[in-house]
C-alpha cells in the first residue's frame, strides 16, 4: 500500500540505525530487560500494525529485524499477515511464496 511506503521505509531506517548503536558492555547484563526489552516490543508492535494494515513485505521486514531477540518473529508476522488475506487479498500470493520457501 502506497501511503505506509515512506514510513515504512522511515520507520526501516530508524530502526537500522538504532541497531547499528554500540555500547561498551558495562552492565549490559544488568539492564538488559530495561534496555533491549522496549525495542524488542516496539519492533514487534511495529510488524503486527503493518501486518494487520495488509503490508506484508514491509511487516516481514520489520519482524525480520526483531529475529535475533524474538526467533519466532517472521512466523508470528506471516501467520498475522495470512489473517488479513480476505481484506487484502493482495498478501496471498507472498503467504504462499513464504510458505513454500
Known amino acids: 500500500m502506497p501511503q ?3 514510513l515504512t521505509q522511515a520507520a526501516i531506517e ?5 541497531a ?3 555500547t561498551d558492555g558495562a552492565g549490559q547484563l544488568a539492564e538488559a530487560r530495561s534496555v533491549w526489552q522496549p525495542d524488542t516490543w516496539l519492533l514487534q508492535r511495529c510488524w503486527q500494525m503493518l501486518a494487520e494494515a495488509g ?3 514491509q511487516a516481514l521486514s520489520v519482524a525480520a529485524l526483531a529475529e ?3 526467533p519466532l518473529s517472521p512466523i508470528h ?13 493482495q498478501v496471498v500470493p507472498l503467504v504462499e511464496h513464504e510458505l513454500a520457501q
Not at 78 to 85: C, D, G, R, S
Open 14 to 18: 530508524s530502526l537500522h540505525f538504532a
Open 77 to 89: 508476522a506471516l501467520y498475522k499477515v495470512a489473517q488479513q488475506a480476505r481484506n487484502h487479498p
Open 4 to 6: 505506509f511506503d515512506s
Open 68 to 70: 535475533a531477540r524474538q
Open 20 to 22: 547499528a548503536t554500540k
Open 55 to 57: 503490508c506484508g513485505v
